[in-house]
């Protein structure tokens, strides 16, 4: 079983992709500011410079950039944190390559009510249902059973 898409390739052929779920009610709606997020968490420095080139090419405004591997920031306080925007643009990249799945945050943020802004620039609302907790059972029920 994984839950993060961008490392099928590691797994076996018969392995289960479940959706981590988030817990809902620590990154539940609430009121949110008028700001635009990128949060950097790629520690190799080519991967950061190519996630600004991506804030170049979309042109969505001004945007605060955060660097995550150096202002950490703990989990209770993501939410507060996060409110102060309401958009995320959620572009990683890995050893030059584009992860072309959404990250937890963006997943937490989508619950809060924010868009996030995906690695095709497109602009995305709402947590979809295979994403929320209640539903996380029914993907792995059949690995259990």
Partial sequence: MYSI???KHL???NAVRF??????????????????????TQPQQRDK???LN????IDVG???VMDRTKNRIEYYMMPAFLSQFNTLIDIRYQDGKVIDDWS???SQCLNMGMDVIDWNGKVNNGLPPIYKSENIMEQIKGVYD
């Fill in 5 to 7: 898409g961008d490392i």
């Fill in 62 to 64: 001004e945007v605060q």
């Fill in 19 to 40: 959706y981590a779920p988030i817990d809902s009610e620590l990154f539940a709606p609430r009121p949110l500011g008028d700001k635009k997020l990128l949060i950097l």
């Fill in 104 to 106: 937890s945050t963006a």
């Fill in 11 to 13: 797994m076996p052929p």
């Fill in 54 to 57: 991506f804030l170049d090419r």
């Fill in 49 to 51: 410079d190519m996630c």
